[in-house]
C-alpha cells in the first residue's frame, strides 16, 4: 500500500510539473502572438502615421536625458554630448487586450515566464506623459490591476512600427550606438502608448558670440522637428521634464546649466517650393565659461612677460646688448603666446577680449623697446662730439694760404700777426669745447631721466590698463 501512494505521488508531481511548463510555453506564445497579431499587415501598415486618417495629428512627446557633454569647439562653433532620445504617443491600431495567464511558483505567488510578479503591474488609464517624480523610472511606478502591463519588443523589429521622423535640425553630425547591439527600446502597452527610447551621440552647431571671449556666456540649443509631416499630421511637444543631465556632468572649461524649452515652428512661405507649417522644438544649455584655466595660463603668463619687459629701465645705458636682448625677447614671446591663444578661435570680425588684452600687454612691451631706443640715441651723441672735439683741435707752424700756394712768411711783423691769429682760434675753439661739452652733458642726463621716468610711468600705466580692462569685461553685466 506504501508502495503504491508513493508511485501516485510522484506521478502527480510529475504531472504538476508538466503542467507548469505547459502553462509557461503557452503563456510565451501568446506574448509572441500578440506581437504578430498587431503588425498583421492587414490592420497595420508602419508607413503610416497613427491617426492619418483622422482629423487631429499625433502628438509626441519628447524628453532628452544627458549622458555627457563631451565637448564645446569654438573654432568651428559646435558642441558635442550623448543623450537619451525618449519618445511617447499613442497608436490606436497597436491595442491589445489579450490576458495573459500567470503561472503558481514554489511560493504560491503568482508570476509570469519572466519572473515578474502579477499580482499587481501597471496601467496607463490616467498616463498622460513620463512620470513627474522620476525621470529614470520610465513609467514603470504606474500600477494597475491588469495581468500584463506591456509588451517590450526587441530592438530588431523597431523597423517593423512608424516611428515620428524627428530629426535635429542644426545637427551637424550624429550616430545612434549599436555596442554590442543597436542601443534602442519599444514598449507597447495595453492602451496603444507607445515609449521608445535610442542613445544617441550628437555634434550641433552652436551660434556663439565671443565679444567677451573669455568672460562670456554662450547658450547652445537643440532643435527638434519632423521632417517629412507638417503640424496636420505630426505635433512635438516636451514633456513636463524636458531635459534632465545626469548628476557629475562636467567639462573643463565650462559649467552646463538647463536653459528655456519651447517651440521654434517652421513656417515655409509662399515663394518655397515646400509649403506647409512644420513642427520644430527647441531646448537651450547655458554653458558658463570657467575663468581660473585663463587665468592660469594667459592673464599672469602675459602679465610677468610685461613686468620683465621693465628690468631693462635698471641695466645701465652703456649694457646696449643686454637691454636689445631683453627687449626683443619680450616682445617675441607676447607675439608667440597672442598667436596661439587665437588659433583656437574662429576668424571673427569683431574685436574680442582677449585681442584687447593681448594687444595691450604688446604695446607695453613694444613700447619699452622703444624706450631703449630713445635713450640709446640719446647716450650716443655724447661720444659722437668728443671724438668731433678732439679732430677740431688747431696744428702748428705759420704758413699761410695765398692764390691756392702755401707762403712762409721770414718777416718778423707777419710772425707777430699770424701768432695773435692763432691765439685768438685756440681761444674760440675752447669756448666751443666748453659748450660741446654742456650739451653732451644734457643729452646724458635726458637719457638717465627717461628711464627714472619709464619706471614710474610704465607700471602705473598698466595698473590704469587692468583696471579699465576688468570693470568693462568682468564687473560690467552681459547683455
Excluded at 490592420?43 to 486618417?53: K, S
Excluded at 523589429?157 to 521622423?165: A, E, G, Q, T, V
Excluded at 515655409?268 to 554653458?287: H, K, P, Q
Excluded at 683741435?393 to 704758413?399: A, L
Aim: negative net charge; aromatic residues 12%.
Amino acid at each position: 500500500m506504501d508502495a503504491f501512494v508513493s508511485v501516485f505521488g510522484m506521478m502527480w508531481a510529475l504531472v504538476l510539473v508538466l503542467f507548469g511548463w505547459s502553462s509557461t510555453v503557452a503563456m510565451a506564445t501568446r506574448r509572441e502572438d500578440i506581437i504578430k497579431s498587431l503588425l498583421n499587415d492587414s490592420v497595420y501598415d508602419n508607413r503610416i502615421p497613427p491617426n492619418y486618417e483622422d482629423n487631429f495629428p499625433t502628438n509626441v512627446t519628447i524628453q532628452l536625458f544627458v549622458l555627457s557633454f563631451d565637448s564645446v569647439t569654438e573654432s568651428s562653433m559646435d558642441y558635442s554630448m550623448t543623450i537619451f532620445l525618449r519618445e511617447h504617443w499613442v497608436d490606436e491600431r497597436l491595442k491589445w487586450e489579450q490576458k495573459v495567464i500567470c503561472a503558481d511558483d514554489n511560493n504560491g505567488n503568482n508570476s509570469n515566464a519572466t519572473g515578474r510578479s502579477c499580482n499587481k503591474q501597471p496601467t496607463t488609464d490616467n498616463y498622460v506623459g513620463y512620470p513627474s517624480n522620476s525621470s529614470d523610472n520610465f513609467g514603470d511606478d504606474l500600477m494597475g490591476d491588469e495581468v500584463l502591463d506591456r509588451l517590450e519588443v526587441d530592438s530588431k523589429l523597431l523597423d517593423m512600427f512608424w516611428m515620428p521622423d524627428l530629426y535635429f535640425v542644426n545637427d551637424k553630425d550624429a550616430k545612434i550606438h549599436d555596442v554590442t547591439m543597436a542601443n534602442r527600446l519599444l514598449h507597447i502597452y495595453r492602451n496603444g502608448t507607445i515609449r521608445t527610447s535610442i542613445r544617441i551621440s550628437l555634434t550641433l552647431s552652436c551660434d556663439m558670440y565671443l565679444e567677451r571671449y573669455p568672460h562670456d556666456e554662450q547658450t547652445c540649443s537643440i532643435y527638434l522637428g519632423s521632417y517629412s509631416f507638417s503640424i496636420e499630421n505630426v505635433i512635438f511637444k516636451w514633456h513636463d521634464l524636458p531635459v534632465v543631465i545626469r548628476d557629475g556632468v562636467t567639462l573643463p572649461r565650462f559649467r552646463v546649466q538647463i536653459g528655456e524649452s519651447g517651440e521654434c515652428n517652421f513656417k515655409f512661405d509662399s515663394g518655397s517650393m515646400i509649403g506647409g507649417n512644420y513642427t520644430c522644438i527647441r531646448a537651450d544649455f547655458e554653458l558658463v565659461r570657467e575663468f581660473g584655466y585663463y587665468i592660469a595660463q594667459v592673464y599672469v603668463p602675459s602679465c610677468l612677460i610685461v613686468m620683465l619687459s621693465w628690468v631693462s629701465f635698471w641695466i645701465d645705458l652703456e649694457a646696449i646688448p643686454a637691454r636689445v636682448s631683453l627687449g626683443l625677447l619680450t616682445v617675441l614671446t607676447m607675439t608667440t603666446q597672442s598667436t596661439g591663444e587665437k588659433a583656437s578661435l574662429p576668424r571673427v570680425s569683431y574685436l574680442k577680449a582677449i585681442d584687447v588684452w593681448m594687444s595691450g600687454c604688446l604695446v607695453f612691451v613694444f613700447a619699452a623697446l622703444l624706450e631703449f631706443a630713445y635713450v640709446n640715441v640719446q647716450s650716443r651723441v655724447e661720444k659722437r662730439r668728443q671724438s668731433f672735439v678732439e679732430r677740431g683741435r688747431p696744428g702748428g707752424g705759420s704758413s699761410r694760404v695765398r692764390n691756392g700756394a702755401s707762403i712762409t712768411s721770414c718777416d718778423p711783423i707777419d710772425k707777430i700777426t699770424e701768432e695773435s691769429e692763432v691765439e685768438v682760434t685756440m681761444s674760440k675753439q675752447h669756448v666751443s669745447k666748453r659748450h660741446l661739452f654742456k650739451k653732451d652733458f644734457t643729452g646724458v642726463q635726458r637719457a638717465r631721466m627717461a628711464d627714472k621716468f619709464a619706471r614710474v610711468c610704465f607700471p602705473f600705466s598698466f595698473l590704469i590698463f587692468n583696471i579699465i580692462y576688468w570693470m568693462v569685461y568682468v564687473a560690467s553685466p552681459i547683455v
